[in-house]
């Protein structure tokens, strides 16, 4: 097959890709509206966003590293860290400095991570999973203190543009830098490359440890980022131990959006445009549980049954 036929089958697959999820997307949407009337208004469906958005932000990182067909669990410890440092350091004040060491904290976390995977090739299940289990029991110390989130945290997590939430600009915002970046940078078609084909990337002259080492601290940023929002969401640290540790519940449901919204660990397909739409499908889903009564139990299991669905149907187009 010519490389031109072979780019085509490439963006058919990719358009079938995008239907399927956006038509999961109105089906799920449509579903909602039957069980609650209210769904369906603009308020209520800028509601829903304004929840997801703090999901939305640490799955930008998490896009970025499954695109290197890696995978990032500490995302979850990572925000919650920056949740509890964060407050402990603000005390309700509005001060910068915490804030950039906030934001120092989770590069250094992900710049950790991409040291173990890229230049001591630890695997990034382990690598990750250890990280994740140091900032849990790091957690625990900072979870003897108190704190409040600043003034200014608090306006930008809860408060309006009109009728829009500022907290959703600022996903879309960050989204569309890190997409730009991402389509039209070297290093977002060097990230591209690598998960294409690594041996390929490398032999063609890219850096892979140096972009693999970045790719991480990216993502430890981002959850950093994420986890400051949740401190001005919630106004205190949120520090509960469930579904398996501290955190882990955005870690997975980061990972699951992710994936729903068809970027797989091999094959460098997808993107963060589409990150969006698994978010938003895995956040309506959740919305529809909750209405039918559902429990977290409950959730976590359709939730692991939605990922298996969708990646078994993405494989099927990858045959085709």
């Known amino acids: 097959m010519t490389s031109i036929g072979l780019k085509r089958r490439n963006i058919n697959k990719d358009v079938l890709q995008a239907i399927i999820l956006f038509s999961m997307l109105v089906v799920i949407i449509l579903v909602a509206g039957i069980l609650k009337p209210g769904f369906f208004t603009i308020k209520h469906l800028l509601t829903v966003m304004h929840d997801t958005s703090i999901l939305g932000i640490s799955a930008i990182g998490q896009t970025i590293v499954i695109l290197t067909g890696g995978i990032d669990l500490s995302v979850g410890a990572t925000m919650l860290l920056a949740d509890a440092v964060g407050a402990m350091l603000l005390g309700g004040e509005n001060r910068i400095i915490p804030i950039l060491i906030c ?50 945290l608090r306006y930008l997590s809860v408060e309006k543009v009109g009728n829009i939430p500022i907290l959703i600009i600022i996903w879309i915002f960050l989204t569309i830098i890190m997409a730009v970046i991402m389509s039209l940078t070297v290093f977002g078609r060097a990230v591209y490359a690598i998960g294409s084909n690594p041996i390929a990337s490398y032999l063609s002259g890219i850096k892979n440890k140096r972009v693999i080492f970045l790719v991480y601290a990216i993502s430890g940023m981002f959850a950093a980022i994420a986890g400051l929002f949740l401190l001005g969401y919630t106004g205190v640290p949120e520090l509960t131990y469930r579904g398996g540790g501290l955190g882990s519940e955005y870690t997975l449901a980061s990972i699951a959006a992710v994936i729903i919204g068809g970027t797989v660990f091999v094959g460098a397909r997808g993107g963060l445009e589409r990150t969006i739409f698994g978010v938003l499908v895995l956040k309506v889903l959740f919305s529809i549980l909750t209405m039918v009564g559902i429990g977290e139990s409950g959730k976590l299991i359709a939730q692991g049954l939605i990922v298996i669905v969708i990646v078994g149907i993405y494989m099927r187009l990858e045959k085709l």
Do not use: D, E, H
């Open 103 to 152: 934001l120092g904290l989770g590069l250094l976390i992900g710049a950790i991570n991409g040291a173990g995977v890229a230049f001591l090739r630890i695997p990034p299940f382990i690598m990750t999973l250890g990280m994740m289990t140091i900032l849990t029991g790091s957690i625990f110390i900072f979870a003897k203190t108190r704190g409040f989130a600043s003034p200014i």
